[in-house]
T-cell receptor
Framework: GNSVTQMEGPVTLSEEAFLTINCTYT??????LFWYVQYPGEGLQLLLK?????DKGSNKGFEATYRKETTSFHLEKGSVQVSDSAVYFC???????????FGSGTKLNVKP | SQTIHQWPATLVQPVGSPLSLECTVE??????LYWYRQAAGRGLQLLFY??????ISSEVPQNLSASRPQDRQFILSSKKLLLSDSGFYLC???????????FGEGSRLTVL
């Protein structure tokens, strides 16, 4: 079946540090991959997405590349800010988009 | 533009009491609708999804039920709440394609 595994947190970084949050997936077909962000007390917001192998999603300085050979979609940012402190969720969807599978979330704390 | 609203934002209920959470989408027609639960410090659990009026799919057998009385309205209910029903409930919608989920602001339920 389909599943998403992401690194456990919390991840604590200093401002301007490099960020990597690992995400790997298991899928029976050719899923689309997503990263969502959740700020404290709020719902989830789409951060970026990729719909096929080798696609790179990017937004707000964050990037992730759909790697079919390693079944991964790692989230990266070159220089994090305090405002990036949030919980990040990796997710995949089946072709018909009626089901999303989410990872357990990784909490990021960025200190000034 | 499309918007999604859910209410109430916060709810404190005694064990054994009923529950009704409501979600409404505006600016689109025939959306797919979803209810997720997020327990404290944990990931997202899909509870129900609906592809049309009166069509409800349950992902996890439990104390909760869902209904879709109108095209853009999705209701989460319980006749008798349990302590384990406490959590952050998120409503979401999407279309086919592009598939990405759009989330409401969330409803925090505390069962005492």
């Amino acid at each position: 079946g389909n599943s998403v595994t992401q690194m456990e947190g919390p991840v604590t970084l200093s401002e301007e540090a490099f960020l990597t949050i690992n995400c790997t997936y298991t899928a029976t077909g050719y899923p689309s991959l997503f990263w969502y962000v959740q700020y404290p007390g709020e719902g989830l917001q789409l951060l970026l997405k990729a719909t096929k192998a080798d696609d790179k999603g990017s937004n707000k300085g964050f990037e992730a590349t759909y790697r079919k050979e390693t079944t991964s979609f790692h989230l990266e940012k070159g220089s994090v800010q305090v405002s990036d402190s949030a919980v990040y969720f990796c997710a995949l969807s089946e072709y018909n988009f009626n089901k999303f599978y989410f990872g357990s979330g990784t909490k990021l704390n960025v200190k000034p | 533009s499309q918007t999604i609203h859910q209410w109430p934002a916060t709810l404190v209920q005694p064990v054994g009491s009923p529950l009704s959470l409501e979600c409404t989408v505006e600016g689109t027609s025939n959306p797919n609708l979803y209810w997720y639960r997020q327990a404290a410090g944990r990931g997202l659990q899909l509870l129900f999804y609906s592809v049309g009026i009166g069509q409800i799919s349950s992902e996890v057998p439990q104390n909760l039920s869902a209904s879709r009385p109108q095209d853009r309205q999705f209701i989460l209910s319980s006749k008798k709440l349990l302590l384990s029903d406490s959590g952050f409930y998120l409503c979401a919608w999407n279309r086919d394609p592009p598939g990405e989920l759009f989330f409401g602001e969330g409803s925090r339920l505390t069962v005492l």
